[in-house]
C-alpha cells in the first residue's frame, strides 16, 4: 500500500470514527483515535478537518482539564463551523419554544458563574411559558447533556454545552439582541396577503 | 451562668459560619457575598474566648469551609472572566424584556451543535451476527445450536408447503360454506357464521376467516352502535386498497 493510499484509508477510519456513534454520547477519545490510526493521529484529524472544512464541518476538541490539555484523554467531535438559521432551526428536531428554554437556561447559568438553582431558572422561564412546559424543556436538556441537575436542585453546564455553546458568544448576543416589534394590523393583512 | 449563655452563643456562630459557607457551595450562590475577612476575625475572637478542643475541632472545619469559598471566588472569578463580567441581573432583564424569537436567534450566533450518525453499520451489523452464533443455547435440546443443516431446512421447507396447501384448502371450504349461507340475505352476522359448538373449532374458523378477509374474499361491516359485526361474501378476490386491522375478541364472544 503506497503512502498516498495509507493516508487515505486513515482519513476514512477517522471520519467513520468521529461521524457514528459508538457509545451512549457522540465523541471519540484520543486514545481511542490513537489506537487505530497510531501515534501521529492528530495529523490525520488535522487533515480531516481541512476537508470537513470544506463542507462547513470541523472538528472539535475538548479537554477533560483545561488545564493539563491531555490530548489521549481529550474528546473529539464533529461540529458545523457556522451558525444555523432559523429555518434550518425548523427542519431540525428542535422546537423554536425549546431552544428558546434553552437559551434562557444557558445565559442564566453562564451569567451566574456557572451554576444557578433551579427554582431561579424556572421563575424566568415561566414569564415565557406554562410552568410545566418549562420543567420538560428542563428535564430534555438534562437528558440531552446540556444541563446538569445536582441532587440539591442546583443547575450546571452538561457536556454537551462545554462542546456546542460559545460562552461568551451567547451573553453577548443576548445583550445585543433587540426584541422584533410587534406586527401591526396592516402589517398581518399584508403577511396573509402575501 | 454567664460564661455557659456566651458558649452556647459561640458555638451557634460559629455553626452559623459553617451553613453560609455550605449554602454557597451547595447552591451556587454568589462566593463574594460574604467577608471572608470579617468572617476569620471572628473566627479568632471567638476562639481565643473558648481556648478548648471542641472549639479547636470547629474552628478547623470552619477554617476548611471558608477556604473552599476561597476557591469558589478563584472559579467565580475565571467563570466572569469568560462571560466578559456580565451582570446576571442584566442578563435577566434582558431574557424578560425579550421575546422567545429574538432569544433564539441570538442563542443561534453561538450554537455549533455536533454532527453525529446513528446508524447500523454492515461492520457493526457482521459483529453482532458473530455474537449471536457464538451464544450457547438456551435449553438442553437445542444442543445443535443456531445454525440448520442442509436436510433440516429442506424439510422445514416440505413442512411449511404442506400447512400451506391445508390453510388454502380449508379457506376453500369455508369460503363455499359462507357464499352458502350468505345466498338470501347478502350477509350474515360474524358470531352466527364462526361459532361452533366446540371452541377449538371456532378458533380454527376464526382464524381461517381472518385470511379471507385478509386477501379480499371476504367484507367485514361493523355497526358499533348495535355492536354487531357482518360477514359480506365477495364473488372473487377484491385487492385491498386501504387495509386496517380489526381485533375481534373470541373469549368475549365465543358461544
Known sequence: ?194 | MYNRVARKYSREEIERIISVCENIEKRGLDPFSIDVKELLSRLRRILEENPDLDYYMLDAETIYKIATVIALQHKWLTEKAKSLFIDSQLITSRLTILDKKSIVQAFLKAWRPIISIEQLTSQRLHHGLEHFLSLPPRRDERTYGWKLTEKEIELSKIYLEKEREEIEEKMRSLYSELIGKTREKGEIDYWEFVSKPSIEETYDRAYILSFLISEGYVEVKKNPLKNELKLIPNTEKVPRKNTASLVINLTGGAK
Open chain 1, 1 to 194: 500500500m503506497s503512502g498516498e493510499e495509507r493516508i487515505s484509508r486513515k482519513l476514512m477510519i477517522a471520519a467513520t470514527m468521529l461521524f457514528f456513534k459508538s457509545h451512549r454520547s457522540p465523541g471519540v477519545r484520543g486514545w481511542e483515535l490513537k489506537n487505530r490510526l497510531g501515534k501521529n493521529y492528530m495529523k490525520i484529524l488535522e487533515l480531516l478537518n481541512h476537508k470537513l472544512n470544506e463542507l462547513g464541518l470541523q472538528i472539535k476538541t475538548v479537554f477533560e482539564d483545561e488545564s493539563s490539555q491531555d490530548l489521549d484523554r481529550a474528546r473529539f467531535y464533529i461540529t458545523l463551523t457556522h451558525p444555523l438559521t432559523m429555518s434550518d432551526l425548523v427542519t431540525s428536531d428542535y422546537r423554536i419554544d425549546e431552544v428558546a428554554a434553552l437559551a434562557i437556561t444557558l445565559s442564566i447559568i453562564f451569567s451566574r458563574g456557572g451554576k444557578a438553582s433551579l427554582r431561579d431558572v424556572l421563575e424566568i422561564l415561566e414569564t415565557k411559558f406554562p410552568k410545566w412546559k418549562a420543567e420538560t424543556y428542563i428535564e430534555r436538556a438534562i437528558r440531552r447533556g446540556y444541563i446538569n441537575k445536582s441532587e440539591d436542585d442546583v443547575l450546571s453546564i452538561g457536556w454537551r454545552t462545554r462542546v456546542e455553546l460559545d460562552q461568551k458568544e451567547l451573553l453577548k448576543a443576548i445583550i445585543e439582541a433587540q426584541p422584533q416589534p410587534e406586527k401591526t394590523n396592516k402589517d398581518v393583512q399584508e403577511d396573509t396577503q402575501e
